[in-house]
RNA sequence: GGCAGGUUGCCCGAGCGGCCAAUGGGAGCGGGCUGUAAACCCGUCGGUGAAAGCCUCCGAAGGUUCGAAUCCUUCACCUGCCA
């Protein structure tokens, strides 16, 4: 076994078992021996059921992209076609979304999925849309060539499937999707030698359907590696916060907000989240878990974590960006003294509105109340009352006394912001339109 | 197919003609402590409004009544018991 993990191949699964990536897999030996032997190639896929991929997926493409960095070859799937179906969850059957909706998803999540992995080289990652193998089978080949290997009796074992069973049923449709997924694993193993699938731990019956499939049509053995669920250690699901979903997309949740993400996170849930996120090697990884214990305060794993996941999501640009956005807003108090271009990148990173000059009668602006609403730190002028009411909200870092408080011109910084704050840690900005 | 019960705010769950925007718990939000943590304590928790009030709300649609989440009818869905 050579030791240089970029090289040896080997060493992935040491390599994911000291991080706890491992929930499930077929034998492990097995896995080993196959990865030992040279360069694999594996897949992941990702269904577009939403424009944008979140922090869970963001977990399993990183387990691929170390796979591909120990020197194997990664597939990356999007469900084009299983986009369309729909993976049968407990609680309910889902609505079908327009193909139009599905195939726009698919363009999203392709351009993210390609930041993530190499597509140069010698273990270069293919991209590939099961949509394409797909939508030419006749439902008569379908079914003779494919559905003749699956026994229902064991698709009803699978615990999504006996939930919906037990209560308002499922339909044929999401029923098939296991066969679809199963179809998927026999193509790439077929036209890319694809010999491991991952995914997440819910993900396992799906893949080992097709781990069984590739047994009885190839008469080949597969692998199959699922990660554990993540959760927080206060047990609620992971990546969600008070505002939902940590989205990959800037659009949908801003740099300068995924970097918050992680520096608040939990000091409980770091060792999960640096294990499961981070590049980092062993002893760095183990420095930021005993400073989280011996200095706590200083957050170093929490800062480390926004710096590495932000830099590699949304570029480094974009990282220093965010975190010096953070410093500003958070820093010692005096805003005044930021400079106006620093004020200005803060504020743009943070949730923002604006005021029309005319709005401003004899220097004085709307109330704080609308202003909160104005830049989305409040769903509601009841909501902002209440907020100020609580004695929860600060104008320029200096809290805001009573309701119906209206700031003066002269409170603008260099002319044009007004700094919000709701709580303590949420932070917007207004801006006078010249 | 027959009989009985249910459907309440983000979730769970009380209410069973007026005092109900609707008890309680959880989540969320704010304050305190702290580290822009966790736990804990306190407060808050439909919309609008400074307030009084007004609007919307108790599966859907009708009806009875001065007045309904609460009674009646029909419809939809769910749950037990019998076939």
Redesign the pocket.
């Known amino acids: 076994m050579r030791k240089d993990a970029r090289v040896t191949n080997s060493t992935i699964l040491d390599e994911l078992l000291w991080r706890e990536l491992i929930a499930q897999s077929t034998d492990l030996g097995a896995l080993q021996a196959a990865a030992d032997a040279g360069p694999m190639t594996l897949y992941c896929g990702f269904d577009p059921t939403a424009p944008s991929l979140h922090l869970g997926n963001l977990a399993q493409i990183l387990t691929v992209r170390r796979f591909q960095q120990a020197g194997h070859r990664p597939l990356a799937l999007v469900g084009g076609a299983t986009g369309l179906i729909g993976d049968p969850k407990m609680t309910g059957e889902r609505q079908l979304n327009p193909r139009e909706i599905v195939e726009d998803w698919v363009r999203r999540i392709r351009g993210q999925l390609e930041s993530f992995y190499d597509f140069s080289g010698t273990h270069a990652a293919v991209m590939v849309n099961n949509y394409d193998w797909t939508e030419g089978v006749s439902v008569l080949e379908f079914l003779r060539d494919i559905g003749k290997h699956f026994s229902v009796n064991r698709m009803l074992d699978r615990e999504a499937v006996a939930a919906r069973l037990?209560?308002?049923?499922i339909s044929y449709t999401e029923f098939s999707y296991q066969l679809l997924q199963s179809f998927d694993y026999l193509q790439l193993f077929r036209q890319f030698g694809c010999t491991l699938q991952t995914g997440g731990s819910d993900q396992w019956g799906n893949i080992t359907a097709g781990v069984d499939l590739i047994r009885r049509v190839e008469s080949a053995s597969v692998h199959a590696l699922t990660t554990p669920l993540l959760t927080k250690?206060?047990g609620?699901k992971f990546g969600k916060?008070?505002?939902g979903t940590i989205w990959l997309d800037p659009g949908l949740t801003s740099p300068y907000a995924f970097?918050?993400f992680w520096?608040?996170?939990?000091?409980?849930d770091v060792p999960t989240l640096l294990r499961t996120f981070s590049f980092s090697a062993r002893p760095r990884i183990e420095e930021l878990f005993s400073a989280?214990v011996e200095r706590?305060?200083?957050?170093a794993a929490?800062r480390a974590l926004a710096q590495e996941l932000t830099a590699l999501v949304h570029g480094e640009a974009e990282q220093r960006a965010a975190?010096s956005a953070?410093?500003a807003?958070?820093g010692q108090g005096d805003l005044a003294a930021l400079s106006a271009d620093a004020l200005t990148a803060a504020l743009l990173e943070a949730p923002n509105g604006v005021v029309d000059p005319g709005e401003i009668v004899d220097g004085v602006l709307p109330?704080v109340?609308?202003l909160l609403?104005r830049c989305g730190l409040a769903?509601?002028?009841?909501?902002?009352?209440?907020?100020v009411s609580?004695?929860?909200?600060?104008l320029n870092n200096e809290?805001v006394p009573n309701?119906?408080h209206s700031p003066m011109v002269g409170d603008l910084l260099h002319g044009e912001w007004l700094v919000l704050?709701?709580?303590?840690?949420?932070v917007g900005g207004i801006r006078v339109e010249k």
Do not use: I, Y
């Open positions: 037990a209560k308002e049923g250690s206060d609620t916060t008070e505002s970097f918050q520096l608040n996170a939990d000091d409980s989280t706590p305060h200083e957050r929490q975190e953070g410093f807003l958070f109330a109340e609308d609403v769903s509601s002028r009841g909501q902002a009352r209440r907020t609580e004695g929860g909200a600060s809290r309701e119906g704050r709701r709580g303590k840690r949420t």
